[in-house]
T-cell receptor
């Protein structure tokens, strides 16, 4: 299993540009989520999904869109990039209802995408 | 969601036991306590989870007193490779429509010295 994969690893955007960060998992996990991590800070939840076709907002959803058309993929779209969105973005997945209680909390994280907005 | 408080940083030496305590005074009845580890330039990695008393796995032990208002992550005989940030999170997997919106705080930066 490849686990959780993210592309690209690095990206530089200009203010106002849009782009999509890709996330895929091959573990058949129900739950997927996107976090951002600013330097020296913890992770903040952007959006999450509890299954194909179902998404919801986290702590900091403004400026981002998500969709979940398949179990495997959960792309994050930046609509109009701003310097405040400069951060490292992590995608994560967890088994959810298909596993034991521990499966809700055991999230598997991807390697991250380092985004800089100029 | 329950708020957690951890020390910002800790220092230790190779071979020592390290205990990181997390306070969660407003933990709810159905909340579980979960710990993650994060190395620089990597995503967090799940370490251990518990509800009450003691849980042990191949990596760490988690001690939870009866009132559950705090928990202690214990790392036996640390090595240089245990230098990382450790996050304590609490949450209820049954809330939010089945998704546990775990909140990551700033964590505890553990530095292990030779």
């Amino acid at each position: 299993n490849a686990g959780v994969t993210q592309t690209p690893k690095f990206q530089v955007l200009k203010t106002g540009q849009s782009m999509t960060l890709q996330c895929a998992q091959d573990m058949n996990h129900e739950y997927m989520s996107w976090y951002r991590q600013d330097p020296g800070m913890g992770l903040r939840l952007i959006h999450y999904s509890v299954g194909a076709g179902i998404t919801d907002q986290g702590e900091v959803p403004n400026g981002y869109n998500v969709s979940r058309s398949t179990t495997e993929d959960f792309p994050l779209r930046l609509l109009s990039a701003a310097p405040s969105q400069t951060s490292v973005y992590f995608c994560a997945s967890s088994p959810g209802t298909s596993g034991s209680v521990i499966s809700y909390n055991e999230q598997f994280f991807g390697p991250g995408t380092r985004l800089t907005v100029l | 969601l329950a708020k957690t408080t951890q020390p910002i940083s800790m220092d230790s030496y190779e071979g020592q036991e390290v205990n990181i305590t997390c306070s969660h005074n407003n933990i709810a009845t159905n909340d579980y306590i979960t710990w993650y580890q994060q190395f620089p330039s990597q995503g967090p990695r799940f370490i251990i989870q518990g509800y009450k008393t003691k849980v042990t796995n191949e990596v760490a032990s988690l001690f939870i007193p009866a009132d559950r208002k705090s928990s202690t992550l214990s790392l036996p005989r640390v090595s240089l490779s245990d230098t990382a940030v450790y996050y304590c999170l609490v949450g209820d997997p049954a809330r939010s429509g089945g998704y546990n919106k775990l909140i990551f705080g700033a964590g505890t930066r553990l530095a292990v010295h030779p």
